[in-house]
């Protein structure tokens, strides 16, 4: 005895799979930040840091146009499809696909193996595998992982070459933008850099374009700036720690934030009140007995001046900082 056919409707006719990984997956794209967050002594450390003016590091291989993922602040930075030498047993089940040889200058230092140097592991070289790195994979990790900071990706200019022929002698338009909107280092005030960005934004509908996802940078690195200078300037307030075992100063990076947002450090309270002044030291010279001892009543009086004092000054240190902190929104310049 047979069953009879039943007739199904097909719920999936008509349809395909189709990978959105592979959509805008080797377009060159371009990356953006308006701001300085590299450690003072990095940067004295590493002489392509110095050249640049600050900027931020990131993980990521498509940069291939800087170095060790380094994004200049300032600069239009592109993220390509590039190749990193990684040992076989690093690599994953699968990657063979993504696996090629790098054809151009063959020198250890071109392919990243560095046998010769001290330390280097010696027939390394022939054993590493170049593999792909895709800017449309890399692209969402470095945002994620820089989320608020500032650093952007400028969308109009989504597919533009880093150069316009395969020789690499043609500078293609986001090399052209970067001249105009910066022919010379922006100042370290951000206030400086969005006068720059202002000046070029007019010239087409392209610069219109840029600039406006520039100061989109702008305004979220000096969120982030205020962000963290206000969770310093708690600290400073504390003083100590609970324990009373460590005194809050600055961090390094905070006088980089300080000096781009153009705030006065909070932390020379007690220079700026002027501490005990001339008259009150020749009070206390003049207390003196004629045993040495210092007359007790006259340093309790000063004492008290001088608390007085401090008070004063970090009651307007703290009223210069929320004022700062309510008018510091600095909104950007569209059209």
Not at 196 to 207: R, Y
Not at 269 to 298: C, R, T, Y
């Amino acid at each position: 005895m047979s069953t009879a056919y039943v007739n199904v409707t097909d719920p999936t006719r008509g349809h395909n799979l189709v990978s959105t990984r592979s959509e805008n997956l080797e377009q060159t794209r371009y990356l953006f930040y308006a701001g300085n967050t590299l450690d003072p002594d990095r940067v004295f450390q590493l002489e392509y840091m110095r050249n640049s003016g600050g900027g931020e590091e990131v993980q990521a291989h498509c940069l291939r146009r800087s170095v060790n993922g380094f994004i200049p602040r300032a600069q239009l930075v592109p993220m390509e499809v590039w190749a990193e030498a990684i040992p076989p047993v690093l690599l994953g089940e699968g990657i063979e696909r993504d696996t090629v040889r790098i054809q151009g200058p063959t020198t250890a230092e071109h392919l990243g193996v560095f046998a010769n140097k001290p330390g280097g592991l010696a027939g390394v070289g022939a054993a590493l595998a170049h593999v792909k790195f895709y800017p449309g994979d890399e692209l969402g990790s470095v945002l994620r992982a820089n989320e608020g900071k500032g650093i952007v990706e400028i969308k109009s200019l989504m597919g533009q070459g880093w150069y316009e022929d395969e020789a690499e002698t043609k500078p293609g338009l986001a090399q052209l933008l970067n001249f105009d909107f910066f022919p010379t280092r922006p100042p370290v005030a951000l206030s400086g850099l969005r006068e720059m960005i202002d000046k070029k934004q007019g010239n087409s509908d392209v610069h219109r374009n840029v600039a406006r996802e520039m100061f989109t940078s702008c305004d979220q690195f000096e969120r982030y700036a205020q962000a963290r200078l206000a969770a310093e300037h708690t600290l400073l307030r504390q003083r100590t720690s609970p324990n009373g075992q460590h005194v809050y100063q600055y961090s390094p990076v905070a006088y980089v934030l300080l000096a781009q947002l153009e705030m006065k450090p909070q932390d020379n309270i007690l220079d700026n009140m002027g501490g005990i002044n001339a008259e009150q030291l020749q009070q206390i010279v003049s207390s003196v007995g004629g045993g040495g001892q210092i007359d007790p009543s006259v340093i309790g009086q000063i004492a008290g001046e001088v608390a007085k004092q401090f008070l004063a000054a970090q009651k307007a240190s703290n009223a210069e900082e929320a004022a700062s902190d309510n008018n510091g929104d600095g909104g950007s310049v569209e059209n």
